[in-house]
Nanobody
């Protein structure tokens, strides 16, 4: 499956952004989908994941309550709504797909998008 992330940009602290990740090539609804992020000088880390049906979601503690992951299987798209953004959220955000796994181990995600830059100014 091919993944294309979009929706990043520059936002002031306290603002919101919604990222999108469009999938193509295989049946999107088969996959767990995840969002990861990599801040400057840091390792890539897990942010959120959603089950193939959308009925189950998981979040990193650092984003819980502020970020919401969702998906629209009819549109082959997964979203990450990010609210109350702070400068620590500045990172490149990646979407990823996994056939059987929906946790925070990025090594178990088989397909990756190219990333979209999110910059939060103070």
């Amino acid at each position: 499956v091919q993944l294309q992330a979009s929706g990043g940009g520059l936002v002031q602290a306290g603002g919101s952004l919604r990222l999108s990740c469009a999938a193509s090539g295989r049946t999107f609804s088969y996959y767990w989908m995840g969002w990861f992020r990599q801040a400057p000088g840091k390792e890539r880390e897990f942010a959120a994941a959603i089950s193939p049906s959308g009925s189950s979601t998981r979040y990193a503690d650092s984003v819980k309550g502020r970020f919401t992951i969702s998906r629209d299987n009819a549109k082959n798209t997964v979203y990450l709504q990010m609210n109350s953004l702070n400068p620590e959220a500045t990172a490149v955000y990646y979407c990823a797909a996994s056939t059987y796994y929906g946790g925070n181990n990025q090594g178990r995600y088989e397909f990756w998008g190219q990333g979209t830059q999110v910059t939060v100014s103070s």
